[in-house]
């Protein structure tokens, strides 16, 4: 193997290795990005749960409140 063709094969892994570190960057930059979006949507999903609830919780009617009016 001649001096030029080593040269060129370590050029080729050196822009290939490159190339993989740019993917590796964006997929690192791509899951940070869904991560966050991530806490978001529990951070909604966990005050909408709490909504819930808390309508659940007015709706609910005591006894008294199923008694007919005093018309009747």
Known sequence: MSQQDTEDRVTELETKIAHMETVV???SDM???QWDRID???RRNKLMSEDVKR???YMRT???????????
């Open 25 to 27: 960057n964006d997929l």
């Open 31 to 33: 899951i940070k990005s």
């Open 40 to 42: 978001v949507l529990e």
């Open 55 to 57: 309508m659940g919780d």
């Open 62 to 72: 005591s006894p008294e409140d199923d008694a007919p009016p005093p018309h009747y």
